[in-house]
């Protein structure tokens, strides 16, 4: 019997490998000499880097940066198993979480860390790029990502214009000329999971601009600069990238990709199917195991455990989720490719102590499954 084990990580509390060295434990007290392939996975989002350096055998890379305020910040990424690959969350650099509440300011937050992180992938051999979009401090279009890379924003005096959303209005000119001559030998792809445009009312500003601390004017002065910089960009570098799809993402950084380092943008769960090359490693499986912390609706829009299921239902492969939580309409999984959902609390308790027992708790969800299996 051949279970393949491809989770996503359970976001604060274990890693993907960790819930599947839990998952493949409760299996081995039912079933002897099983084959199980253990798969950590994630959809782009929180934990990518670690799942895809479990799941290949690479490492993570951990380097000092600029942080959304300039402050210098711990940040990582990871170098996967092929040596070439470095996989990059652009929160481990310029992320909200990295600022305290008093210091959200969009108007002037910078995505400068995250083309630093960028720099050092290149510095260590890295030709293929993965940069992870979300989690964003910034609204400032990438252009403190491009700023680490050589690119120069300039004013009508041909001065720096400074750093932040809310610099973009005095952009008058972009000079490529310095910019680092390995980003064209590279191969760099965005992980996006949303649509949204540049600019406009579901543009980067409007829809992510007051988590970041931006006030209802904040955002229209934000939204005008992002409008303003998208037409500089058409007129300096014949791009037209307002309203591409996904442009929006992380506060303009979808647009900065794109622009400076013609990145194409992909959903994160397909770059990790293919990563891990899920397709080729199920497709003789028996049975497969998922989950992730909280499993509901929301699952079936681009999460990893749907990403699973959808491989899974090419060759026929029935789909367990294991989850920490079962939320809001949670059954229409069952008609995309889910055969059963099950979680892990097996009485009242805490969202605390649920975390904190984790690993005991899917392991006995596990051994519960595979006994009923056994039958």
């Excluded at 799942?51 to 210098?72: A, E």
């Excluded at 001559?181 to 409007?206: F, M, Q, W, Y």
Aim: hydrophobic share 40%; proline share 3%.
């Amino acid at each position: 019997m051949k279970i393949v084990i491809a989770p996503d990580s359970y976001k604060g509390s274990l890693t993907a490998m960790e819930v599947a060295d839990s998952i493949e434990k409760g299996i081995l007290k039912v079933v002897n000499d099983p084959i199980i392939e253990k798969i950590p996975m994630a959809d782009g989002g929180e934990g990518t880097v670690q799942s895809l350096v479990d799941s290949t055998g690479g490492k993570i890379i951990y380097k000092s940066v600029k942080g959304p305020v300039l402050k210098d910040v711990n940040a990582f990424y990871g170098i996967l198993g092929d040596g070439k690959t470095a996989i990059i969350e652009m929160a481990a650099a310029s992320g909200l979480p990295l600022i305290s509440k008093e210091e959200r300011d969009p108007m002037k937050t910078t995505s400068y860390g995250t083309g630093q992180l960028i720099k050092d992938a290149m510095d260590k051999g890295c030709t293929n790029i993965i940069i992870g979009l979300g989690g964003s401090a910034t609204n400032d279009g990438g252009i403190g990502m491009a700023k680490a890379l050589g690119v120069k924003f300039l004013d009508i005096n041909g001065e720096d214009i400074g750093h932040g959303g809310g610099s973009l209005c005095k952009l008058h000119s972009i000079d490529m000329s310095s910019i680092d001559s390995r980003i064209g030998k590279c191969t760099v792809t965005a992980a996006c999971d949303v649509d949204n445009p540049l600019c406009g009312r579901e543009g980067a500003s409007h829809v992510f601009g007051p988590q970041k601390g931006a006030d209802g004017d904040m955002v229209k002065i934000l939204d005008k600069n992002l409008a303003h910089y998208a037409n500089i960009i058409k007129n300096n570098l014949n791009m037209d990238i307002v309203n591409i799809p996904g442009s929006g993402a992380a506060g303009g950084l979808g647009a900065g990709v794109m622009v400076f380092l013609n990145s194409n943008l992909k959903r994160g769960i397909d770059i990790v199917i293919d990563i891990t090359k899920l397709d080729e490693k199920i497709k003789d499986a028996d049975l497969i195991f998922t989950g992730e912390g909280m499993i509901d609706f929301q699952t079936a829009f681009g999460k990893t455990p749907f990403g699973v299921a959808k491989v899974a239902d090419k060759y026929g492969i029935p789909v367990l989720a294991i989850a920490g939580g079962i939320g809001k309409n949670a059954e229409t999984l069952y008609n995309k490719g889910f055969e059963s959902i099950f979680s892990i609390v097996d009485k009242p308790m805490s969202l605390e102590d649920a975390m904190k027992n984790g690993k005991m708790l899917i392991e006995k969800t596990s051994e519960r499954i595979m006994r009923i299996l056994n039958i």
